[in-house]
């Protein structure tokens, strides 16, 4: 047994087919090893365009056949096949369940050359005035050793006629070894078919035996035999020749229960492939196409199951998040170096409109291979895992955000008393000291507007206590931050701060300005605080790549440890003497919000970096 997919050119001719699955009895009957994967025309250049076309209408209008043929590309083989369609109308694979009958074949030959032998010493008995069945005698013990050299049920009848020429009955002349076992302790020979077969009758066979003789025309025909417990198939051929009627009966029950018991293996594998809640996908690695797909994955943004059959996998890439492109790629190879057993998994995000993406979760695993070094196909089974990670990600986020609205809530009211008094004491300052000591007061609007700015930033804290979600718009990044540097100016100018700023406007990015203001704000004050009094420098860039803004601060700082780097965003990790450690960590869970990466690099006494790749959305 083999399954075949037809492959056609152009104009829709069959040009060759691909064997797909074949089983082991496969090699035993055509003698033919490691043919999965290649097509008919690499095994056998000068393969028949007659069988072709018929493979081909069975593909194209789903009829079964069943035939028998002789094989020149096979040392003259015979061969009894019957193929059928599966799949859905547009499927091109057919299987093909054949037997090599080159035994029977060849022993019908025998028969017919003993035949004509036998006629021909009828013709010369004939002019001894000898009967017919003097002549078949005096041949039985030849006919006999053709007979018993087959493993099919053989009888030769003579036709019993009425008076008025019609076929009345028919008698048994020969029989072979596989028949006489199937009569068991009856010997049919010398005696009529009527007698000895009793459900000949019902079931239609002698009416098919006597137009057999009638018109000449060979009888092929399946028979279901259920009597008296005995539940088989049989095929039934039956030949004329002059006045005898040659037939052979086969067992085909065990083939035909392996077909029925293909097609309802096929039948549960396409249900369970139709009500599969994963996309499987199986991709051929020697065209390099999507072979095979059960459903669409997103048919709203075309990637529907009709576009993504049949092309290249990497049209597709297109759709992949530009920072998971390198990763599938990563996945492909895997598969490719994986044992039959392995399972990879990887989770990727594919684009939908404008920049929203969803999570999808990508299993793969060998479908099919050529040997131990060569992969023909893999299989994937992907699924949308985007509502999966939103709850993962809520449930995280709800946990941390109790914990930090409960510290910012407690750092809040713990700091209004103070900045009140420092409020206050400021005013106090500012009566009564002479108001042309310029220094002071400017130290003092200093100290009026970063008492102010703190305290605008205890309501925020506060309102941070109850979150909500960053609603992020098309934004300049270069202007947010300009604003950012403009907010921190004092304690630019108190630290003694040199600010290099090289990026041009605008730098558009998807943003939620105010909280992307906060997360920068945060990293200029921490570079203020890292360099040293008056000889601090702080450089801003920004640059363009093909799908990102790279937004770098470095300063001129102090300088961290490998293993500082490694905590710096964790949650109440701080290196300062008097910092909680919420800074940085907010900084992280907001511009995860933004769909950026930030990254950091530093050495003691040289200096931080910090990088923030924000995903460009120059379009509108």
Same mark, same amino acid.
């Given at each position: 047994?083999?399954?075949?997919?037809?492959?056609?050119?152009?104009?829709?001719?069959?040009?060759?087919?691909?064997?797909?699955?074949?089983?082991?009895?496969?090699?035993?009957?055509?003698?033919?090893?490691?043919?999965?994967?290649?097509?008919?025309?690499?095994?056998?250049?000068?393969?028949?365009?007659?069988?072709?076309?018929?493979?081909?209408?069975?593909?194209?209008?789903?009829?079964?056949?069943?035939?028998?043929?002789?094989?020149?590309?096979?040392?003259?083989?015979?061969?009894?096949?019957?193929?059928?369609?599966?799949?859905?109308?547009?499927?091109?694979?057919?299987?093909?369940?054949?037997?090599?009958?080159?035994?029977?074949?060849?022993?019908?030959?025998?028969?017919?050359?003993?035949?004509?032998?036998?006629?021909?010493?009828?013709?010369?008995?004939?002019?001894?005035?000898?009967?017919?069945?003097?002549?078949?005698?005096?041949?039985?013990?030849?006919?006999?050793?053709?007979?018993?050299?087959?493993?099919?049920?053989?009888?030769?009848?003579?036709?019993?006629?009425?008076?008025?020429?019609?076929?009345?009955?028919?008698?048994?002349?020969?029989?072979?070894?596989?028949?006489?076992?199937?009569?068991?302790?009856?010997?049919?020979?010398?005696?009529?078919?009527?007698?000895?077969?009793?459900?000949?009758?019902?079931?239609?066979?002698?009416?098919?035996?006597?137009?057999?003789?009638?018109?000449?025309?060979?009888?092929?025909?399946?028979?279901?035999?259920?009597?008296?417990?005995?539940?088989?198939?049989?095929?039934?051929?039956?030949?004329?020749?002059?006045?005898?009627?040659?037939?052979?009966?086969?067992?085909?029950?065990?083939?035909?229960?392996?077909?029925?018991?293909?097609?309802?293996?096929?039948?549960?594998?396409?249900?369970?492939?139709?009500?599969?809640?994963?996309?499987?996908?199986?991709?051929?690695?020697?065209?390099?196409?999507?072979?095979?797909?059960?459903?669409?994955?997103?048919?709203?943004?075309?990637?529907?199951?009709?576009?993504?059959?049949?092309?290249?996998?990497?049209?597709?890439?297109?759709?992949?998040?530009?920072?998971?492109?390198?990763?599938?790629?990563?996945?492909?190879?895997?598969?490719?170096?994986?044992?039959?057993?392995?399972?990879?998994?990887?989770?990727?995000?594919?684009?939908?409109?404008?920049?929203?993406?969803?999570?999808?979760?990508?299993?793969?695993?060998?479908?099919?291979?050529?040997?131990?070094?060569?992969?023909?196909?893999?299989?994937?089974?992907?699924?949308?895992?985007?509502?999966?990670?939103?709850?993962?990600? !809520? @449930? %995280?986020?709800?946990?941390?955000? =109790?914990?930090?609205? +409960? &510290?910012?809530?407690? $750092?809040?009211?713990?700091? #209004?008393?103070?900045?009140?008094?420092?409020?206050?004491?400021? !005013? @106090? %300052?500012?009566?009564?000291?002479? =108001?042309?000591?310029? +220094? &002071?007061?400017?130290? $003092?609007?200093?100290?009026? #507007?970063?008492?102010?700015?703190?305290?605008?930033?205890?309501?925020? @804290?506060?309102?941070?206590?109850?979150? =909500?979600?960053?609603?992020?718009?098309?934004?300049? $990044?270069?202007?947010?931050?300009?604003?950012?540097?403009?907010?921190?100016?004092?304690?630019?100018? @108190?630290?003694?701060?040199?600010?290099?700023?090289?990026?041009?406007?605008?730098?558009?990015?998807?943003?939620?300005?105010?909280?992307?203001?906060?997360?920068?704000?945060?990293?200029?004050?921490?570079?203020?605080?890292?360099?040293?009094?008056?000889?601090?420098?702080?450089?801003?860039?920004?640059?363009?790549?093909?799908?990102?803004?790279?937004?770098?601060?470095?300063?001129?700082?102090?300088?961290?440890?490998?293993?500082?780097?490694?905590?710096?965003?964790?949650?109440?990790?701080?290196?300062?003497?008097?910092?909680?450690?919420?800074?940085?960590?907010?900084?992280?869970?907001?511009?995860?919000?933004?769909?950026?990466?930030?990254?950091?690099?530093?050495?003691?006494?040289?200096?931080?970096?910090?990088?923030?790749?924000?995903?460009?959305?120059?379009?509108?």
């Amino acid at each position: 047994m083999s399954i075949i997919e037809m492959i056609y050119d152009s104009e829709g001719n069959p040009v060759y087919y691909l064997f797909l699955q074949t089983n082991p009895a496969f090699e035993n009957h055509i003698n033919l090893k490691n043919v999965q994967g290649k097509t008919i025309q690499e095994i056998i250049p000068y393969y028949g365009r007659k069988r072709l076309q018929t493979y081909r209408k069975i593909a194209i209008h789903g009829e079964s056949v069943w035939f028998e043929f002789q094989s020149e590309e096979f040392n003259n083989f015979w061969f009894d096949l019957y193929a059928f369609k599966i799949g859905n109308n547009t499927s091109r694979q057919v299987t093909v369940i054949f037997r090599n009958i080159t035994e029977r074949k060849r022993a019908e030959e025998e028969l017919i050359k003993t035949k004509k032998e036998l006629e021909k010493a009828k013709k010369l008995l004939e002019k001894q005035a000898v009967k017919d069945q003097k002549n078949l005698l005096d041949s039985r013990e030849l006919l006999q050793t053709v007979f018993d050299t087959t493993s099919q049920a053989i009888a030769v009848f003579k036709v019993i006629y009425n008076a008025n020429r019609t076929i009345k009955d028919f008698r048994f002349l020969m029989i072979n070894k596989v028949l006489r076992e199937m009569y068991k302790d009856v010997n049919p020979v010398g005696r009529t078919y009527l007698v000895i077969t009793r459900y000949g009758v019902i079931m239609g066979i002698f009416d098919a035996l006597k137009k057999v003789m009638e018109t000449g025309v060979p009888l092929d025909k399946e028979f279901f035999y259920d009597k008296e417990g005995y539940h088989h198939w049989f095929r039934f051929t039956a030949r004329s020749h002059g006045n005898l009627l040659i037939t052979a009966i086969e067992d085909i029950s065990e083939r035909k229960a392996e077909a029925q018991e293909l097609q309802e293996t096929i039948r549960f594998k396409q249900q369970l492939v139709r009500t599969s809640p994963e996309t499987i996908i199986i991709i051929n690695l020697n065209t390099f196409t999507v072979r095979y797909i059960n459903k669409d994955i997103l048919p709203k943004e075309g990637l529907t199951k009709e576009r993504i059959q049949g092309i290249n996998p990497s049209k597709v890439i297109s759709f992949i998040h530009p920072w998971d492109r390198e990763k599938l790629i990563n996945f492909h190879k895997a598969l490719l170096k994986s044992s039959d057993d392995d399972v990879h998994d990887i989770e990727i995000r594919v684009k939908l409109s404008g920049t929203y993406w969803e999570w999808f979760s990508v299993r793969g695993k060998i479908f099919h291979r050529r040997d131990s070094s060569w992969v023909n196909e893999y299989v994937l089974l992907a699924r949308n895992i985007t509502q999966q990670k939103k709850v993962q990600k !809520d @449930l %995280i986020k709800a946990e941390k955000l =109790s914990i930090q609205g +409960e &510290i910012a809530r407690t $750092l809040a009211h713990e700091l #209004r008393n103070p900045l009140a008094s420092i409020g206050m004491a400021t !005013d @106090l %300052i500012r009566k009564k000291i002479d =108001s042309k000591k310029e +220094e &002071i007061t400017n130290y $003092l609007d200093i100290q009026s #507007r970063s008492t102010k700015t703190i305290n605008d930033m205890v309501s925020g @804290l506060l309102d941070s206590s109850n979150y =909500s979600p960053s609603v992020l718009k098309r934004e300049d $990044l270069a202007r947010i931050m300009d604003e950012a540097l403009s907010n921190t100016q004092d304690r630019i100018y @108190l630290a003694g701060v040199k600010v290099v700023k090289k990026y041009r406007t605008p730098c558009f990015i998807q943003a939620d300005e105010q909280k992307l203001l906060i997360a920068i704000l945060n990293i200029i004050v921490n570079a203020c605080e890292a360099t040293p009094p008056g000889r601090g420098l702080l450089e801003v860039n920004i640059e363009k790549s093909t799908t990102d803004y790279v937004l770098n601060n470095k300063d001129n700082g102090h300088g961290l440890e490998p293993e500082q780097v490694d905590k710096l965003f964790d949650a109440f990790y701080t290196n300062k003497k008097t910092g909680v450690g919420i800074g940085l960590n907010s900084v992280k869970h907001i511009l995860k919000e933004h769909d950026a990466k930030i990254s950091v690099s530093s050495k003691l006494n040289e200096g931080t970096a910090f990088n923030i790749c924000f995903p460009r959305h120059d379009n509108v």
